[in-house]
Every structure is written in C-alpha cells, then in structure tokens.
C-alpha cells in the first residue's frame, strides 16, 4: 500500500489561497445570527427536559421517513419532521452513554456508547473502564412504536463504540455494525493495546436478539501512523463510511484515511492508506461523492472543543482534504487534491473546526453541505477537486463572549427537501435552500438515511 504525504507534495488550493486573503468581518454576538442570501433558518426546536442541561450534548440524526432521530449523550430523541417548518417532539429516551451516534434500520435504532458503564441498561452510571464489569458497545432498540421505543439488546465491544456505520447484508437478511473505537490502554482489560482493528457486528432483522459481534477485522497490520506533536497516532478508527453500491468504504482512523473493499461484508480488505504528516491532526470523517471517485476526509483538529477557525490556525488545519480515486480493481487509490475550509474568521470563543456533513443530491455535480461546531452550516462545491469553493453558509454567534462552551452544529445533513441540523446546544434546526445550483435535488426522495451508509441517488 502506498502512503502520500499531500502537505509535502501538492501545492496549495485556490479555496486556501481565498480563505487566507478573505476579509475578516466584525465578530457575530452572542446568538447573532448572519447568512449567505440562499440559506435561511426556517425552525428551530430547542432541546427539552432532560436534555436540556449543557452536558446533554446533541450529536448525530438519522432519518426515516417523517422522522428524524437524534443521538445525544444522554440519550436520543424522535422528531417528527413532516412539516419541516414545525418540527414536534414525538418521544425523548433517557439512556446515557456518550457520545450515543446513531442508526436506524427498518424497526431497529442503533447507538453507540463510548463511555465505559456499571453496565449495559439506560439506569447506568459511570464506571472506570480498568473494571474488568464495565460496560461500552452497542445498543438496540425496537421503534416500530415511535412514541415509545423499546430497548432489546446490548453488544459488547472492545474499546466500546465511538461510532458505528450500518452495512446491509447483501441477502437483506442482516445488517452490519461497523464500530470504530480508538484509545486503547494497558489498564482496560476490555481495551488492550494494540487496536488496530475494527469489530464487525451482526444484527439478523427477524431476530435482533441474537446480534453478536462475528469479526474484529484487522486494518493496520503492520501498526497504524505512529504520531507526532500535533499528529495522531492510530490506534484504532474513529469513523467509517460504506457505500454498498460500490462496495467501498472510506476509514478515518486517527492518523491514518484507508479506503476499503467491503464486497464480504464480514471481511473488508484495506486497498490504499494515506497521510497527512503535514496538516491533519486527526482523521475524523468520509464522504464519497455520488460517482464514488473523490473521497472528502475532514481533520477534526482541537478534538471539537477547540478555536480553529482563526487565522492564527490558518486555511489548511482543520480543514477538509479532497481525494480523487484513481485505479481499478484492487490498484484503486486514493491521490490528494486539495483543502476546503470555511473562508470566515471565528472568535476564540467558539470551538469551531471541520466536522460531519452529507452530500446534497444534485444531479452532475458534488455539492455537500457540513456542520463546522459554531462556525455554523456550510454548503459549498468540490466538483472541481482542485478548486473546491463555498456557495452557501449559515452561522450563529457564540454561545459566550467571555468563555469558550461547546456547541455549535455537530451535523449538518440534507433530506428530503431540506437541510438538517443537530446544535449541540441549541437543539434541532431547519434550514431551506434555495439556489439554482442545487434545485434538483429536490428530485431526490429516501425512505431513509444514515449518512455514513451513503446511498446512491440519479444522475449522468
């Protein structure tokens, strides 16, 4: 497997050049909110008891149908979303476990717990994970009463579960849990290193009961990035997308972005890896485009709590890396283009840095809108590889002038008409784009979506 080093080989890209020359405008005040012409807010729904504490952070959605699923540390919550504009809280589940990332499949919702536990039911309480009897892995839970989900199995994972991304059997019998879970320590008996391996879970849809994990695929075999100051080493992933319809798959592990073949869904095969020893801190997050040959990697540096978007961090760190696939076979590779980050300047108040977005299905073009923590929604073009540029943004002031509080838009999706967004703080918002360049997405329906398990949608 060739490694690139992109920071050393490749000149720098235009949309860095213009976020560096941008004129920095006056800071936004607490709550203020500003936004490009084509983007407007058109509801938010503020987080309810009993996660309306500033520890009860918001995090991922799923979708289906009507319905939107949010994940958040201390539990989830089902939207209905029928009326985009008047979204109503149809049932709220108190079961804590940071950072509970989300999935939702048929009548099964899927969440993830990376917090090690007494145990595996919702009345648990914080417990070090050098107890051999903690807890962390996947939960599941039967929703085919939205008012009142119904939890029906738990399944153990090393490390436990940062996130997971669902993969469908190809038989449709099944569904896969990829979980990515990072940080291993001599102390956790259930989390030894090394770990650099992902575990593969099985859930059979006519009796999920019997979900076990079937796989701990090795994916650095040979020791993943070792690290450096201001470099992650990998040990372990923090995040996977799969695109079944290419049977492909992009990691993001840390220090390490890996593109996979998941046509045995049991046994994915790693068929290039890549690093940035230059200007990505952490590996975060994938999206392919709808052709599957670019892949967008996000480099979540600070960890999300910290003030990146300045001009001391600078257009290239924090940012997103656009590759091309280039190759057939089992010779596909990943080759660097260029960096997008988001051309304002954000106080130091506000932690905001790259983070998860999705694509918009526009028909011939890669167009992707993607949450940046307060530096708000961004919507912006990588059709072009090498010249990547905003067409959009929506943003609110920070949540402090005087401290930094984490919050912001944790994900930023598009489904069915509209853009949706999980605020960390400030609960569910709704957002409408209008601009000529994205209008056929509107053609584009789902039954369902989770973003990390990419569908494919029309187009030439």
């Known amino acids: 497997m060739a490694v690139a080093s992109p920071g050393n080989a490749q000149p720098v890209s235009s949309a860095a050049t213009e976020a560096a020359a941008a004129a920095v405008e006056a800071p936004l005040g607490v709550d203020e909110i500003a936004s490009s012409p084509n983007l407007k807010l058109i509801a938010n729904l503020p987080k309810q008891a009993p996660f309306n504490t500033t520890a009860a952070l918001g995090t991922d959605i799923a979708f289906q ?105 190809k038989n449709k019998k099944s569904v896969y849990l990829y979980v990515s879970s990072y940080s291993p320590n001599a102390t956790f008996p259930d989390c030894q290193p090394p770990h650099d391996s992902i575990t593969i879970v099985k859930v059979p849809l006519n009796k999920p009961t019997d979900a076990a994990v079937v796989a701990t695929p090795n994916l650095f075999p040979d020791g993943g990035y070792e690290g450096r100051t201001g470099g992650s080493a990998t040990s372990g992933c923090h995040d996977i997308t799969a695109y079944p319809a290419k049977d492909l798959a992009a990691g993001a592990c840390m220090g390490d972005g890996v593109l996979l073949d998941i046509s045995k869904r049991e046994a994915p095969r790693v068929l290039h890896t890549v690093r940035d020893t230059t200007n990505f801190a952490f590996w975060h997050s994938a999206t392919f485009n709808n052709r599957g040959t670019k892949v967008v990697f996000t480099d979540e540096l600070g960890g999300g709590g910290g003030a990146t978007c300045n001009e001391a961090v600078g257009p290239e760190r924090g940012a997103n890396a656009i590759y091309d696939l280039t190759g057939r076979g089992d010779k596909r590779k990943l080759e660097f283009r260029s960096y997008f980050k988001i051309p304002r300047t954000n106080g130091d108040t506000e932690n905001c840095v790259a983070h998860n977005g999705s694509l918009i299905p526009v028909l011939g073009k890669d167009i992707m809108v993607q949450a940046w923590y307060q530096g708000g929604v961004s919507v912006w073009d990588f059709t072009n590889s090498r010249k990547p540029k905003e067409i959009g943004y929506w943003e609110r002031g920070p949540l402090s002038e005087s401290q930094l509080v984490v919050g912001g838009s944790w994900s930023a999706y598009y489904y069915n008409g509209h853009i949706y967004s999980s605020d960390i703080q400030k609960g569910l918002d709704v957002l409408e784009l209008n601009d000529w360049r994205t209008w056929t997405a509107k053609l584009a329906h789902f039954r369902e979506l989770n973003v990390q398990t990419q569908p494919s949608y029309l187009s030439w």
Not at 104 to 114: A, H, M, R
């Open 65 to 169: 149908g009507r319905y939107a699923f949010v994940g958040n540390y201390d539990g989830f919550v089902i939207y209905d979303i029928a009326r985009p504009s008047r979204p109503t809280i149809v049932s709220q589940v108190l079961c804590p476990g940071a950072q509970n990332d989300i999935s939702v499949y048929g009548d099964l919702l899927f969440l993830s717990t990376d917090a090690s536990r007494s145990d595996d039911s919702c009345s648990s309480v914080s417990q070090s994970a050098t107890i051999k009897e903690s807890w962390e892995g996947i939960k599941v839970f039967d929703i085919r009463d939205k008012t009142n989900p119904r939890y029906v199995k738990a399944v153990e994972t090393a490390c436990g579960s940062h996130t997971h991304t669902l993969v469908p059997a």
